[in-house]
């Protein structure tokens, strides 16, 4: 999978070459939640954005380590802005422990992965508090793709959707985490509440590894499902159309020896057990994370 070729500008070319390097194996590298198809989901509308002319800074609530805000950043090309909001070192105010952002731990990701740190704003802030004015002004344009990985309570999963949305830009895109983790189930009543109280302005596009894809005209909904259907995601993975929000929406996950199987069944039970919980963030943690991806993505 490669990205858009940017010929003789040494400035896009070296983003490219980076954004390649980081598809094919660098976001392995950083701590967090990103899945392969989801990765090459994101690149194909992020591609496709290009293509349509549909320009605008990238921004993310809840980055994390910046699994995918770094791949985020790499689709952009200058001028756009990328734009992170996480609590950081303001931990005492995650209230649900959902995910434990590092600065440090960002800040050199961002650098190791070749993003342009003249183009990043890095903001510790509780996304709670944040407006669609504010975004837009930090980012200074609308946003064309949007994440929302913030707190995982219903309250504010819908306040991050109703500030995403009034944020990103005519064919923008909102990536929303979670909605169908079972240990997570705010994510999909805050989602649920905003969509039926503010019917018409996202419409599905996708769920693919565990990221809930919207945008915000029914025109672009159908034309970036067409793209996404019409790509080859290669062995092991399913694709179908469903009827999701009274939209044709595409559901994208994996199939194969490993799905379903005792060693699925085995790696619920840690990721769901005490121990796991007290492992998760420690030097032990993170090296049977990374085994656990060079066995699949996870």
Request: glycine share 8%; hydrophobic share 40%.
């Amino acid at each position: 999978m490669r990205s858009l070729d940017h010929g003789r500008d040494p400035v896009k070319r070296a983003m490219s070459e980076a954004l390649n390097r980081y598809i094919e194996s660098g976001y392995r590298k950083v701590d967090g939640w990103l899945s392969a198809m989801a990765i090459r989901s994101t690149v194909t509308l992020g591609n496709l954005q290009k293509r349509l002319g549909i320009r605008g800074a990238v921004s993310e609530i809840g980055v994390h380590h910046g699994r995918l805000f770094i791949l985020l950043h790499l689709l952009t090309e200058p001028p756009e802005i990328s734009v992170a909001w996480d609590l950081f070192e303001f931990q005492n105010e995650n209230a649900d422990g959902s995910g434990h952002g590092d600065k440090h731990r960002f800040q050199t990701n961002l650098v190791r992965h070749g993003c342009d740190l003249n183009r990043v704003k890095i903001n510790t802030v509780n996304p709670r508090t944040l407006t669609a004015d504010k975004i837009i002004a930090e980012c200074e344009s609308k946003v064309r793709i949007f994440s929302v990985d913030g707190a995982h309570s219903a309250a504010t999963t819908f306040s991050d959707l109703h500030v995403a949305a009034a944020s990103v830009c005519e064919g923008g895109l909102i990536l929303l985490d979670d909605f169908f983790n079972a240990d997570w189930p705010g994510v999909a009543e805050g989602a649920c509440r905003y969509l039926h109280q503010n019917q018409g302005s996202l419409f599905p596009v996708a769920i693919v590894g565990n990221k809930f894809i919207f945008t915000n005209t029914k025109a672009m909904a159908k034309i970036y499902v067409g793209a996404l259907y019409n790509r080859n995601y290669g062995f092991g993975c399913r694709i179908k159309k469903s009827l999701v929000f009274g939209n044709e929406t595409l559901t994208i996950s994996p199939y194969g020896a490993l799905r379903g199987s005792l060693f699925d069944q085995t790696l619920d039970c840690v990721s769901n057990s005490r121990m796991w919980e007290l492992l998760r963030y420690t030097a032990a943690g993170r090296f049977f994370k990374i085994l656990l991806r060079q066995i699949r993505d996870v």
